[in-house]
């Protein structure tokens, strides 16, 4: 890391930030490795999507609309939502960005839970604000209480993910609609849906029904996860009507490219192919997590589209190292103080099948 400059300085909290890491994506020694590391849906986005981005390619010398309008009409038709309340991002990190850029700055704090998802505390540093830690309960989920005591009169945003990452647990909306009503009056709660669309139980709605009966609540979702557009960016936000305003001030003419509403459009719209992907994921999800269990590495309960093993933190290096050398990469999670863990994206059948016989053979000691 090279020194700091004597007289050019960025703002107060950016070179507080710890760098974001992402999933590995390379095993050394090992041929093209099975990515389980980032989330990404093993059967990638729609095929209706694919030829939209296609299509794309004959106007890449034209900018994109600057207003999202098809696109946000789509997902208000298919999520049954008010399309003049949404906002358009390059992926959901780019809405949580503008939240803590248009709400949070210096002698600001921004409040999330142990082990939430770190950009929450990256966006707030980028902008001068403090993030504050909130303690889960014993069981890695969610604690509202926590995070009602953490709140003080400089608290302006709070941010949960509900299902979380990385950790997959899920608290019910009875709880959400209680933080929501707890915090204080100039905070806005943030609760964010990357894995909403995996979530089976009754009912759950990510946010939806809060955001429209309270002035305070925002949700944002992503085309990264269920969609299979990760390398695209492109996620929303859904805010009360005085939030999207602020957000479009904020935000760029044309900070989503023209392919990726293309296909964003064409992959919201088809429906089968995530209640596919949806159900595919529970089957194994659930799959998965009962054999590791049964042989000595239990996991949490999940709503995502991956599963959180206790390994035992003398093992995880041992663990990942082992899985790497059997071409799968895996996610160890100690930057998010989860030492014990290490976090497993739910593949196809085959992929789960194998990440199942290399933890049998890692368990029995094997090489």
């Keep these: 890391m090279s020194q700091p400059h004597p007289t050019i ?18 095993a050394p020694g090992v041929n093209a490795p099975l990515k389980l590391s980032s989330n990404e849906n093993p059967l990638g986005p729609s095929p209706r999507a694919i030829a ?8 890449l010398h034209r900018y994109p609309d600057s207003g999202h309008e098809e696109l946000r009409r789509a997902i208000a038709e298919v999520e049954g939502l008010d399309h003049s309340l949404i ?19 210096p002698g600001d704090e921004v409040l999330h839970t142990k082990h939430g998802f770190s950009m929450y505390s990256i966006s707030a540093r980028a902008n001068g604000a403090t993030p504050v830690e909130a303690p889960e309960t014993a069981d890695y989920t969610t604690d509202v209480d926590a995070l009602l005591a953490a709140c003080t009169e400089r608290t302006k945003l709070v941010f949960i993910a509900n299902p979380n990452n990385p950790t997959g647990t899920i608290i019910p909306d009875a709880e959400v609609a209680r933080l929501a009503d707890g915090i204080p009056p100039q905070a806005l709660l943030v609760l964010d849906g990357a894995y909403a669309e995996y979530v089976r139980r009754p009912g759950y709605d990510a946010g939806k029904a809060l955001v429209e009966s309270r002035e ?12 299979g557009l990760a390398a695209l960016r492109l996620g929303w936000g859904y805010a009360p009507g005085h939030v999207t305003e602020v957000l479009n001030r904020v935000r760029g003419p044309f900070n989503v490219t023209d392919p990726a509403i293309k296909a964003g459009i064409a992959a919201i719209r088809d429906t089968e192919w995530r209640e596919r992907c949806a159900t595919l994921n529970e089957v194994w999800r659930d799959w998965l997590s009962k054999k590791l269990a049964a042989i000595g590495m239990p996991c949490l309960p999940s709503e995502g589209n991956f599963i959180l093993a206790r390994v035992g933190r003398e093992r995880t290096a041992a663990a990942d190292e082992f899985f790497k050398s059997r071409g799968l990469i895996l996610r160890r999670v100690d930057g998010y103080q989860l030492p014990d863990f290490i976090r497993i994206t739910v593949g196809d059948e085959e992929g789960c099948r194998r990440v199942a016989a290399a933890a049998e053979e890692f368990m029995k000691g094997g090489a």
Excluded: W
């Design 216 to 227: 305070n609540v925002v949700m944002t979702r992503t085309f990264s996860k269920i969609h």
């Design 9 to 26: 300085r960025p703002q107060p909290g950016i070179m507080g930030i710890s760098l974001y890491v992402g999933g590995a994506s390379k």
């Design 52 to 59: 939209a981005y296609k299509a794309a390619a004959d106007s």
């Design 87 to 105: 906002t358009c991002g390059a992926g959901s990190d780019e809405i949580i960005a503008f939240l803590c850029q248009a709400y949070a700055g």
